[in-house]
């Protein structure tokens, strides 16, 4: 027996409706929130004729100053200068929310630290018009193995590494390169041994990755010179020069790629010179990360794509995806089929970072074809994020602080 006629449409008229549900949803916000524009630990200190005033000055120069980090984070570093700093109000609409941490309050003085989160499409939206570079693209996590070496042996897990000490104990704050530091227990230490950091097993090192949620893995090895590698964590004064090498990990074996170079001030000890070296790495990561992912307003492109759908729950996940890929933004619906949805969007960036930035999400860019005076390009989603390496440190030119060979 036949299914009847009109249980075939009722059928399609379903799978429509819920295709037509899903696509208005594309003009909500997206569910996930990147830590990229969260600025933690914003701490103020201003005294005025009372208390009332304090407090309102103080959250307007927390703002300010939030602000600036964030931008700092984001702009490329020749931008910077020439980016204009809003007023208190301007800011106000870039901010989602925030939260006070930790206060205290007199007659006239109020000290208090904040966090603020920032509104991801207005910021980018306010950079877009000042004509700067800027990344609003996160990295995956990196998990860091802080090697040390002194008189010639490597070292990870023995008690005497003050380099992973250090590592351990800095509060890093949020940027584009979320990081990881190992704890060091029996699963670490059967992975990656004081032997063979630098000639690793890559399923064992891809295991170590795994439980640490990270995608990728540098190693950073701090080497002290003679005079510093003599002194100990309690010395009254660091004395000397540190080396910090980085290796990438995403070949057969470790790879040179970087050195950073790191004098004594004659005012730290060696605890704080090793706590300040932690500080010079991760800010090289930030740089490297951000270098390679900055763009600006004239880079924007409008992109046609057609997505294969077998089920209006995988069409759902398909565009709840998309939404979430940093740097996609203006998504138009065109067409809607049973096996096919085709829609728009602009990014702002070369073609190259956004297939890589799709292939984190699961979504892959295809072949382009003809598409009237334009082109279209498939976009298959799948499901399967890129976890590619993160570490691709770009050329540099500058070698006055560090010494850089890419690969």
Known sequence: MGIPHHAVNCKLIIFSLAILLSAISLARPAFAYDTLFTVEDVTVDVTADNAVVAQEKAFDEAQLKAFRILSD?????????????????????????????????????????????FREEAVSKFFSVTGVSFTETSSNPLLVLPVFQRNGKNSIWSEDNLWMMAWARTKLPHGIVPIEVPIGDLADITDIDDSNALTYERHKLERMLARYGASDAAIMIAVPDMTLGDLTQDSEHAIGRLRLSVYRTDRVQAEHVQDIHIEADGQETVGQLYDRAVMVGYKALQKDWKNKTVANAAQEQRYYVRIPISSPRQWVSAQSTLRAAPGVN????????????????????????????????????????????????????????????????PESNDQSDSDTHTF
């Open 330 to 393: 203006d998504i138009a619906v065109m067409s809607m089929r049973k096996k096919e949805v085709q829609l728009s969007f602009i990014y702002r960036g070369e073609e190259s970072r956004l297939r890589d930035v799709l292939a984190r999400q699961g979504m892959h860019l295809g072949a382009v074809q003809p598409y009237g005076d334009k082109y279209i390009y498939d976009l298959i989603y799948d499901g399967k994020r890129n976890t590619n390496s993160f570490y691709t440190p």
């Open 73 to 117: 984070r984001m702009v490329a570093e020749a931008d910077a200068k020439s980016l204009p700093t809003p007023d208190s109000l301007t800011i106000s609409t870039m901010v989602k929310d925030y939260e006070v941490t930790n206060e205290q309050i007199s007659n006239v003085r109020y000290v208090g630290t904040y966090t603020f989160r």
